[in-house]
């Protein structure tokens, strides 16, 4: 710093000196420029520095320029255009210029919200639309698609019922309700919802041994539907004569005994004037019991009709053979009740008895419905044969 003055007060000095030798006044100066300090227009004696450039940055048209003496320096810049818009043409950021046209405007289509509308300049034109609306489905009501606007209301869900192979579905919107499917229910090959073959159906012409034919029947004849419910847990015995001794007695080649319980869990009031409000005792009770003629006959018809079936299907397997069958319950020795209110001693002790109903046979001879020599018989057709019977419904009528 010491040295800095000192030399600036030689400098001084020193033009002090020059000045006070030179004979001209310096009255009339030339200011200093960017490239000359300050001079004497007389003699040319100059003072102080040259002045520094003011730089005046670089434009698209114009380089680098001094304000001061208008040196250029560079080359101008290139212009820094900007995209034209649906209001301007394309124009330079730096200075202005323009070049080309504006563009058009990129129209959106009116909606219901807005008007026909230009995506980049937001200028609108005409009037909004009306709704698009999407129709209404089980779950929604009719709905814009755009502003998601609602009317009316949901149509609700149009059910199928379960499928052997699909659960309780809607036919619109396929939606399924949580469980399963009721799966397929067989019988004699196929399934009798759907009709889909059984994979593992066994055909009666197929069955050759006895032992086969009672599988099948277990499997295919479990239940009855009849008019007044299901009658469940049904199975088969095939009692075969084989014996001499019993070719004495027995008129047929083997016997197939249904055994069926004939308790239906239903509540009574689809049976007016029933005492029970939980069991109906079939077909023991069915002329105690406050039916229609109508309701006895159909009962009659489904029993009817499913030992026609099982008689069927036997003497499909076996076209060679004497057979008898029908239905047979054994009743266990026991205390029992006969319902006589007005007999305090209404108990009595029974040894066990067997039932028959609805029997049937196909054949005939010198015998006396089940009961008979075996050489009296011979096969004829199937009929039904109720001298045997212990209930018996008029099955001829």
Known sequence: MKLRSLLLLSVLFTSSIVLSS????????????????????????????????????ATCSVPKTCSLCNETEGEPLEHKWI??????????????????????????????????????????????SDHNWKKATCTEPKTCKVCGKTTGQKQGHKWKDATCIDPKTCSVCKETIKGTARGHAYKNGYCVRCDEKDPNYVSPSDITTLAQLQDYLNKNYS????????????????????????????????????????????????????????VILLPYDMDNVNVTDQQRADMVAAMKNYQSEIANVAMTAFPNKKIAGGFYNFNSSGWYNTGDETDPDDWHYSDGSSTRYFTWINYDGDLYGLSGSYDDSYISQFHWSEAFDDIWYGYND
């Open 83 to 128: 995209n034209a818009t649906c209001s301007k043409p394309k124009t330079c950021y730096f200075c202005g210029k323009t070049e080309g046209e504006p563009s058009e405007h990129d129209w959106e289509e009116a909606n219901c919200v807005f008007p026909k509308r230009c995506s980049v300049c937001g200028v609108t034109e005409g009037e909004k």
């Open 22 to 57: 030179c004979a001209c006044k310096h009255e009339k100066w030339i200011d200093a420029t960017c490239t000359k300090p300050k001079t004497c227009a007389e003699c040319g004696i100059t003072e102080g520095s040259p002045l520094s450039h003011q730089w005046i940055d």
């Open 223 to 278: 239940k009855i539907e009849t008019p007044f419910g299901t009658i469940t847990d049904i199975t088969f015995e095939i009692d075969e004569v084989t014996e001499l001794s019993r070719r004495q007695v027995y008129p047929y080649d083997f016997y197939i005994q249904t055994s069926a319980n004939l308790y239906i869990y239903k509540p009574t009031v689809d049976i007016p004037g029933s005492a029970s409000d939980e």
